[in-house]
Structure formats: C-alpha cells, structure tokens
C-alpha cells in the first residue's frame, strides 16, 4: 500500500477571508473601535466589548468593531494536521490523520471571572478539561547518566488545565462565529501608526485613520487597539507619538521552536510511548534542549488520530538559536527527540515538522508584577496582548478585560 500526504495549517477560522460578520444597525453614531491582531486578546476583547455595551441594555449604542488580521489564522493558537491518505482509499473513506497543537497547548483558568467567561463552552464540551498524568524526564546520555522517569503531578488534581477540540483552533473559529458586531479583516495588514494620522484630537474625542501596507486607508476609528507581540507592537507604534512607548520594550518575549513528530501505526511507537512503565501524556524533559513533550492522541476527543507528537524546544534555547537554519534546528532537535524518546529504525517516525515561534512567550518578572494595558488617552489608542501580563491564555482574557473597562470608563 502506498501513502501520499496531505499538508494542511488549519489557518481559515472564518468561512472566507475577508468575512464579515453582522455590522451594527443603530441609528445614532456608534463607537468605532479597530483592533490590530486576530489572536485570542483580540477575540475576547470584541467578545467583551459587545457584552458591555449589549448590558448596558439599550442605553449605549454598541460599537462597530473592526478585527484587522495580517494572516488567515487565530494568532499563536495553532493546529496542523496532515492526512494519511491510503491508494484503496477508495474503498476506505476513513482516511485518518496526524494533528499536532503547535502552538499553545493547553491553558488556566485560576480566576473566578475566567473560569465564568469559558463556562458555555465548557458546557458544549468544545472545551474539556484535560487531566494529563505529567512526568518529568531525564533522558540518557552519552555520559553514561540512564534514562530516568518520574511521575510529577495529574492536572486538575491541583489545578485544572483546558483544552479547545476537536481542534485546538476549534475556539478561536466560534469566538469569531458569535461575534455579532464585529467585522473580521483576514490577511490585513495595518501599517505602522503615524502622529498625522491622528485626524482630529479634542478634548472629548479623537479619531485616527488607519492604513494597510500599501497605503489603502482601512477607515477612521474612535479607539484603536493593538494586540501584536510586542516587537511588533514596537513597530507599529515608533513614529506615532504613542505616549507609553517605553513601556512597550519593557517585557521582553523569548522564541520557541516546536517539533511535530507522527508515527503510521500504534505498533510502530517507540516502547517510550506505547509500553510506558509509568503512563503519561506530558512529559517535562530534564538536562535536554527540549522542554516538553504533548502526546496529542491522548488528549481527550483526540482518539481517532494517528500517534502524534508535539514537542516545544526550551524557550532559552531557542532564543539563542532564533536565526539559523530551520533545517539544522530540525536536525538538533530530532536528535535531542530521539534520546529522549530512544526509538530505533523500526519506530522512527514517519512525520517530522518543524516550526519557529519568533514570539513565544514573555519572560516572568522576577517580582511578578505585570504591565498592564498601555493606555494614551489623548489619542484613545491601547496597546495589549498576552505580554502585558503573564504570557499566556489566561493574560489575553485580563488584559481584554481591563481593555473593556478603560473604554466603559469614556
Ligand atoms: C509554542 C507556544 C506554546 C504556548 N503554550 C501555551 C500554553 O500551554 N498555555 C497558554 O496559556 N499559553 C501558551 N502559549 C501562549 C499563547 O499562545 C498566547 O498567550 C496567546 O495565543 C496570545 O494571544 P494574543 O492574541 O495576545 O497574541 P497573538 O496570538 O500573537 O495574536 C496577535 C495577532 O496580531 C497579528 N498582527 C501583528 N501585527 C499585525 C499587523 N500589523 N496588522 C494586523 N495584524 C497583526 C498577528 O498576526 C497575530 O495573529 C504558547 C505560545 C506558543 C508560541
């Protein structure tokens, strides 16, 4: 039998580019609010925006909201699957196929007003929590140190950790679908802010033109709201007077390099995976560039995939190595991979991807104090993302809401 594959980003999380959902039918001029950046703080912050206004039952006029995005994906939550189509598949039509969550994994809900805003979709179990059985490993090495692994922690024992299915970009698509006052701009991208873009400043509003890179005006907006990484936002916002522009290096986001690795049958996974003398789902690996290990066809509602792996490489690593070669990176980390999960030629995997993370994560303050939004008033211009506070999820959900409530505040 003959295999072929299929390789596919899941990238679209709206049914077309450029699609639009509902627009605003009020009467009375309403706010017009752009946000820069379609991952999750841009989401849940049009999510938000909406429910306020929606609340304020009849006595503000809900804003028209417009998401601009420069590529066709949710931002830093991303899947890739590759389907193994079989030469009978005209007799079989179940072809099957590798999936691997590249970007983030899993995510918290410690606060209580998180934990309410995921409830729905907890219900619908598009959301499940996923109660992994985490160990830490040391793999061997060639200083005669033996392989060694030991369990760490179940999740949700102590703390529970998240995941969207059957896709991890499964959320982001019915965050945008339930948008009702939100127009989605896919492959858009704005161009840096200028101070003269800035079209009229008084003391009770202000309204700024945006502009795409070829210097098409994308319209004039009430309130801006950036959510790029921060090296992107630092850009974005040089030559615009922004008053908080300091802050924007302030945190500082370190790369991260994930390897995806598939196998053609449960038989052929390495004893490390198939024969596990103690079960797990996730490892964190110990004395190695790499720093975990996902077996995604463990996860719950993720059963019928082919043995699937992802692996992200250490954050440190990887920022040390951000420009070589991806082929090499690729190369070292199989390597590390190989080790870790010791298979030999019978269970070598089939699959192997490999992708560059330039912003992967920010680096925790050693006080743990966290930025905040960015806020110019003058101008009605916010700078957000993950960044502004811990890096993940759960920050894009915090630094959303206190985007929402700076706006209420006008
Ligand atoms: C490898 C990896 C592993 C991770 N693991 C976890 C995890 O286990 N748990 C967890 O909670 N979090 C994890 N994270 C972090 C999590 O993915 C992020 O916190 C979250 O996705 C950030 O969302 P965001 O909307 O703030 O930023 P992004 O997702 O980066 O969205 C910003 C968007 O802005 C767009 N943009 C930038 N410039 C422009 C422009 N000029 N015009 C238009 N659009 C623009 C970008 O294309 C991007 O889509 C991980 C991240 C990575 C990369």
Not at 33 to 46: D, E, N, P, V
Request: a negative charge; proline letters at 3%; aromatic letters at 8%.
């Amino acid at each position: 039998m003959s295999d072929s594959t299929l390789l596919s980003t899941d990238q679209n999380i709206t049914q077309s580019d450029n699609h639009t959902n509902t627009k605003n039918d009020a009467s009375n001029a309403p706010l017009k609010i752009a946000i820069i950046g379609g991952g999750l703080t841009g989401l849940f912050t049009a999510t938000l925006l909406e429910r306020a206004f929606i609340e304020a039952n009849g006595k503000a006029v809900v804003p028209q909201i417009t998401i601009f995005e420069k590529s066709r994906s949710v931002g830093r939550l991303a899947t890739r699957y590759r389907s193994k189509v079989h030469s009978d598949a005209i007799h079989d039509n179940s072809d099957k196929q590798w999936q691997w969550a590249f970007g983030a994994q899993f995510f918290t809900a410690k606060t209580t007003s998180f934990q309410k805003f995921i409830k729905p979709w907890l219900a619908t179990n598009l959301l499940q929590p996923w109660c992994a059985q985490v160990v830490n490993l040391t793999p061997a090495n060639d200083a005669g140190q033996s392989a060694d692994i030991q369990n760490k922690e179940q999740w949700s024992s102590t703390q529970a950790r998240y995941i969207s299915t059957p896709k991890m970009t499964s959320w982001g698509r019915i965050l945008a679908d339930e948008l009702k006052h939100t127009t989605l701009n896919f492959k858009t991208r704005v161009a840096p802010l200028l101070a003269r873009h800035c079209t009229e400043q008084n003391s009770v509003n202000s309204k700024t033109e945006l502009f795409d890179e070829n210097d098409n005006s994308l319209g004039s907006f009430d309130w801006i709201i950036c959510t790029a990484p921060n090296g992107q936002a630092l850009e974005l916002m040089a030559d615009s007077d922004f008053t908080e522009q300091a802050m924007i290096s302030k945190p500082q986001m370190q790369a991260c390099y994930t390897l995806m690795l598939g196998w053609d049958d449960v038989q052929q996974l390495p004893d490390s995976l198939s024969n596990q003398t103690i079960p797990w789902d996730v490892a964190y690996v110990q004395d190695s560039i790499l720093d975990r290990i996902f077996i995604e066809h463990q996860k719950p509602a993720h059963e019928n995939l082919l043995p699937s792996i992802t692996i992200h490489a250490r954050n440190d690593w990887s920022e040390a190595h951000v420009d070589n070669d991806i082929e090499v990176i690729k190369a070292q980390l199989l390597q590390a991979a190989q080790q870790a999960l010791n298979w030999d030629m019978k269970s070598t995997p089939s699959q192997v991807d490999c992708h560059r993370w330039r912003y992967a994560s920010t680096i925790k303050n050693i006080d743990n104090q966290q930025l905040g939004i960015l806020v110019d008033d003058s101008h009605q211009w916010i700078v957000s993302g993950d960044w502004c506070a811990q890096g993940n999820i759960e920050s894009c959900y915090q630094m959303a809401a206190e985007t929402v409530k700076t706006i209420c505040s006008h």
